[in-house]
């Protein structure tokens, strides 16, 4: 008899292995149309799915208390996966200025397709009402939003999406599920772009949409159509990075509120955002829809211009000067030159940045090198 080369004794490698085949050999007749009929996870061709992938969407879908999960190449490909399946020309989404900057640049291909939008300020979410039209199918939010980590109301939103009989779409990259369960508070899909916190090393690039199995195949069948599968060894590195995931997570929120409540003391940091302070205007819904802590992102402005932020950035020694978020080490950036560059000039200040706001992503170093570092590039402000 041939043993299975990966469980040769029946003993379960602890690491999904990583799969590289494009292809695979089907067992029978009968296997390729449990297959292709669904009735199994089988494994036809990459673009359709792949067994190291497949382990990382249950894991997630666990995680996000969903029926599945769809793993693509980026956050951005989940976030166009989702437009391009339930939206059509004529359709109305309402999308809101604080989201990921390539929004705004996936808005402009949206309206070539024929789909209407309307743009809403987060902190004025609770107007929704008077935005949702016949033809409105979808409402697609952050919470915490980026960068100015503005806190969304989804149970309400969910009223609203209901009664227009829209989606509810929640990209719950900042709060990630350790801290945030959107599809328990009634959002019809979860995304995330798992290159952050689920990743979590800056050494993948990942996309995740966790849903209803129904949603799951709607999604699956754009994914295969486009080709936006992840391939295993990014796919190998997630799993890994889940492993740690909840640890992180704590780690990296309580270093954010220690950060937080240091900076909202500090007469060179005329603003602090972030929802674990209970001055912040969103934390009030936080303490409803969040738990264990608030996510691992800040946003506060430094000095009076952007020379004051460039400054304070340029002396830091241990938080570092990057783009991206939900990462082990500390990263920090001016989101006006950087995540927001995407928009033209006059809409990247419409809703709140500033020139000189940065946003800082709490890594998981010990606090105190954290605080001494914030407190030593501050004193040359
Ligand atoms: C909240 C949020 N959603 C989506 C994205 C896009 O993810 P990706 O860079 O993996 O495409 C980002 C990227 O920074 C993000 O911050």
Redesign the pocket.
Same mark, same amino acid.
């Given at each position: 008899m041939t043993q299975d080369p990966l469980t040769p004794y029946g003993n379960r490698p602890m690491v999904t292995p990583i799969v590289n085949a494009v292809n695979y050999e089907y067992g029978s007749f009968e296997v390729l149309r449990q297959i292709t009929d669904g009735e199994i996870d089988g494994y036809t061709y990459h673009r359709d799915d792949n067994p190291t992938v497949r382990a990382v969407e249950k894991a997630i879908a666990s995680m996000e208390g969903a029926e599945d999960c769809v793993v693509c190449t =980026?956050?951005? &490909?989940a976030?166009t996966m989702v437009y391009l399946t339930y939206l059509s020309a004529g359709d109305h989404l309402i999308l809101f200025h604080d989201?990921?900057g &390539?929004h705004y640049k996936m808005s402009l291909i949206l309206e070539k397709l024929g789909v209407q939008i309307t743009w809403l300020d987060a902190s004025r979410s609770d107007t929704i009402g008077e935005h949702i039209r016949d033809n409105t199918r979808m409402i697609f939010c952050?919470t915490p939003t980026?960068p100015l980590c503005k806190v969304v109301d989804i149970a309400a939103l969910h009223r609203e999406a209901d009664r227009a009989g829209a989606l509810l779409i929640v990209?719950n990259?900042?709060a990630t599920p350790y801290h945030q369960k959107p599809l328990s508070l009634g959002t019809d899909l979860v +995304?995330h /772009? &798992? =290159?952050?916190g689920l990743g979590g090393h800056n050494d993948l690039? &990942?996309?995740a949409i966790a849903g209803s199995k129904d949603r799951y195949n709607d999604l699956w069948f754009t994914r295969q159509a486009i080709g936006t599968t992840l391939d295993a060894y990014s796919a190998s590195l997630l799993e890994r990075g889940l492993k740690t995931f909840e640890m992180r997570a704590e780690k990296m929120s309580a270093n954010a509120m220690a950060m937080a409540e240091y900076l909202a003391e500090h007469p060179k940091v005329p603003r602090v955002c972030y929802p674990g302070l209970k001055t912040d205007p969103g934390h009030e819904v936080a303490v409803r829809q969040m738990h264990d802590g608030f996510g691992g992102v800040l946003a506060f402005d430094v000095g009076e211009e952007q020379e004051d932020a460039k400054r304070f950035i340029n002396e830091l020694k241990g938080l570092l000067h990057a +783009? /991206?978020?939900g990462a082990t080490e500390s990263l920090i950036c001016i989101p006006y030159l950087t995540?927001m560059l995407y928009m033209p000039e006059e809409r990247r200040t419409s809703f709140g940045v500033k020139k000189n706001t940065v946003r800082l992503s709490a890594g998981i170093e010990r606090p105190e090198l954290l605080l001494e570092d914030l407190e030593k590039a501050l004193e040359k402000v």
């Open positions: =980026t956050g951005m &490909a976030c989201i990921y &390539a952050e980026n990209d990259t900042f +995304v /772009s &798992a =290159t952050k690039m &990942a996309g +783009v /991206s978020l995540t």
